[in-house]
């Protein structure tokens, strides 16, 4: 990946470094810094990473600017059309598209995987009934290290593959079990006999009661919010289950690190967030005020839905999420719907702006995602657990990648320190 011939070189305090250059086989080339502390006993400064490389990956790839994302080389568009999440789920931890054999078979390895160990039930008993989804889930995943103790060795292959195939298959159960707990609803356990959307559908909405028949539509538009969310290259959560897996740590407790980043508005919150401001916001009249609010310097609010650190174009994840959304809100019949009204004349309107034309901001994924899981009867607490469970496969696929990486070390940044320097403790009857 060296380019022999490319090197960048640094001056400073009258010496000159030479140093390396890579070249990528998309993107940019980047600069190999590594040993540049060593050589001139500086550091670098780059909070937020805004231009570090953090480590070499052959997964995903975004080009922000050209608003395309790649997932092992295929664009989203395509996969989100022809392709389906557990396919994806393949591609990303193994590289290729399976055949239709290897395909059955993971489909049948995750399928068998859906239950919980029983002794689980009692754990989610533990949290208060109005416990948000996400910190249910936080803990819950975290705990499966307490209870899936046999593939917690990160050193051998087939102990990854069975905590791998364990969190895809378990996330959509967690995720279901913390909703019905948050409603007094009795848990709905798995169905094998259904496919992966279809039966988290109904594991969140039947009851023991009655009889619940998936629709196709909504099952399908559930799979493409899973594909579309499934994995998006060196994002605060993947980077944090990047770091946290850096020590050795087992991956449920580096996958409960990375639910709990996600939780944040400006990442996978934001679903959430958006639809809470869609609802705060009520009508379409009051859409200036809020317009005005996003543009003033002095005020932190932000629309929500809006802008992204890579895409400065589009986000080519929002363009195919936009259509599922048509397609859910005419089967629902739903496009009446106020929220709704103020989604759709809100994105007209920041589009129309000059402020929003000029800093590259256009709804993102999220925008749209939380129209959708509002109209399909989700509340909005269970949007980012949806995320979580979807992006659970970006996660682990990039854990893998990183722990059979033979370059692969403990992460750990350095500062640009500006606190005190060393001084005497003084005693505390003379402070
Ligand atoms: N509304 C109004 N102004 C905005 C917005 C927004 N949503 N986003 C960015 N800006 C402005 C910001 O004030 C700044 O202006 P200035 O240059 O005058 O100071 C400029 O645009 C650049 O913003 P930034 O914060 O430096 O950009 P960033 O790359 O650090 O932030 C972001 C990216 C996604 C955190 C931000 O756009 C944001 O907070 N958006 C709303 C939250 C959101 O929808 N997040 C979901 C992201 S997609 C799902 C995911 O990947 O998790």
């Known amino acids: 990946m060296t380019d022999s011939q490319k090197t960048a070189t640094l001056s400073y305090n009258g ?37 570090t490389a953090a480590c070499e990956s052959a997964i995903t790839y975004i080009d922000g600017d050209k608003g395309v994302l790649l997932h092992r ?37 995750v399928t068998n995987h859906t239950m ?9 008993r533990g949290f208060r009934r109005d416990a ?58 798995p169905r094998n006999d259904l496919d992966y959307a279809s039966n988290f559908l109904r594991m969140c909405f039947a009851v023991p009661a009655e009889n619940y028949e998936v629709n196709p539509i909504l099952s399908r538009a559930m799979d493409r919010i899973f594909t579309l969310h499934a994995d998006h290259e060196q994002n605060a959560s993947t980077s944090t289950v990047r770091l946290a897996s850096s020590s050795g740590a087992n991956p449920f407790a580096c996958i409960a690190a990375g639910i709990a980043c996600l939780w944040g508005p400006a990442h996978g919150g934001a679903n959430q967030a958006c639809l809470e401001m869609l609802q705060e916001i009520g009508t379409v009249d009051r859409i200036p005020e809020y317009i005005a609010r996003a543009k003033d310097k002095n005020d932190p609010f932000r629309l929500m839905g809006f802008g992204h650190r890579v895409y400065k174009n589009f986000d080519p994840r929002a363009t195919v999420m936009k259509q599922s959304a048509d397609e859910v809100l005419d089967l629902l019949g739903v496009e009446n719907n106020p929220i709704l009204q103020v989604a759709k004349e809100l994105e007209k309107a920041a589009l129309a702006d000059p402020y929003f034309a000029e800093k590259k901001l256009f709804p993102n ?67």
């Not at 086989?25 to 780059?46: C, E, H, M, S």
């Not at 996969?79 to 393949?90: F, G």
């Not at 290729?96 to 059955?104: F, G, H, K, R, Y």
């Not at 160990?117 to 754990?123: C, G």
């Open 365 to 431: 994924v999220d925008f749209y995602s939380g129209i959708i899981l509002e109209a399909m009867g989700f509340p909005t607490s269970m949007f980012t657990p949806i995320f979580a469970l979807s992006r659970t496969v970006g996660w682990i696929s990039q854990w893998k990648e990183m722990i059979e990486d033979p370059a692969m070390k403990i992460g750990r940044p350095r500062q640009l320190y500006t606190g005190e320097t060393a001084r005497d403790y003084v005693d505390v009857e003379d402070r």
């Open 73 to 109: 080389g295929y664009t989203i568009g395509e996969l989100a059309e022809k392709s389906h999440y557990l396919e994806v789920c393949y591609l990303l931890i193994y590289g290729e598209l399976p055949s239709a054999t290897q395909i059955e078979d993971f489909e049948n390895r």
């Open 15 to 51: 010496e000159n470094y030479e140093l390396p250059v890579h070249t990528p086989t998309a993107g940019p080339d980047v600069i190999d810094i590594r040993k540049l502390y060593n050589q001139a006993g500086v550091f670098t400064f780059d909070p937020g990473f805004t231009s």
């Open 116 to 124: 919980l160990h029983e002794q689980m039930m009692y754990f989610f």
């Open 132 to 189: 948000h989804p996400m910190a249910v889930m936080t803990g819950v995943v975290g705990a499966m290290s307490a209870f899936y103790h046999d593939s917690i060795d990160i050193s051998d292959p087939w102990q990854r593959e069975v905590a791998t195939i364990r969190l895809i298959a378990k996330m959509p159960t967690i995720a279901a079990m913390a909703y019905k707990y948050t409603i007094g609803q009795p848990f709905v356990y």
